[in-house]
C-alpha cells in the first residue's frame, strides 16, 4: 500500500502575453507539440493513446480529460515514472496563464522529480517562442 502524501506533484505556471486559443493549438497540435517537446502522434481526443518521442527514449501517454482551450490531460509513462500530466489555460488582462501540473513522483524519483523540473522550464520556454511565431 502506497501513500499518497509521499507523492510529490511538480507545478509550473506562467504568464503568457498570447491568447488561450494559440497556446491551445500549440500544446494540441501535433507539429507545433514537436516543436517545443517531442516528435508524437497526439490527437485531441478522449482516452487516444500516443507517444512522445525523444533521442533517450518515449514517454507513452493517453489522454484523460479535455476540454477545449482550458484543460488538457494525459498520463505520462516513461522509465519508470507514471504520472499525469495536466495543462490548464486561464484567461488573464494581458493574455494567458499556463499551468502545468505533473503529479505521480514517488519519493524514490527525486531525480526524475529534478529532472523534470529542469525540463518543463525548458519546454515553457520553446513552447512561449512557437506560440510566439504563429499567425
Known amino acids: 500500500m502506497m501513500l499518497t502524501e509521499d507523492v510529490k506533484t511538480l507545478v509550473v505556471e506562467r504568464d503568457i502575453a498570447f491568447p488561450q486559443e494559440k497556446i491551445w493549438r500549440a500544446l494540441t497540435q501535433p507539429h507545433l507539440i514537436a516543436e517545443w517537446l517531442m516528435s508524437n502522434d497526439f490527437a485531441p481526443k478522449m482516452d487516444h493513446r500516443f507517444s512522445l518521442r525523444a533521442e533517450w527514449g518515449s514517454v507513452d501517454c493517453q489522454v484523460l480529460e479535455i476540454e477545449p482551450t482550458h484543460v488538457l490531460s494525459y498520463t505520462w509513462d516513461a522509465m519508470g515514472l507514471k504520472s499525469v500530466v495536466t495543462w490548464t489555460l486561464t484567461p488573464t488582462g494581458s493574455g494567458t496563464r499556463l499551468r502545468m501540473e505533473q ?3 514517488r519519493p524514490e524519483q527525486q531525480q526524475a522529480y529534478q529532472g523534470a523540473q529542469y525540463g ?5 520556454t520553446n513552447l512561449e517562442r512557437v506560440v510566439g511565431g504563429l499567425s
Open 103 to 105: 503529479s505521480g513522483f
Open 120 to 124: 518543463w522550464q525548458k519546454f515553457f
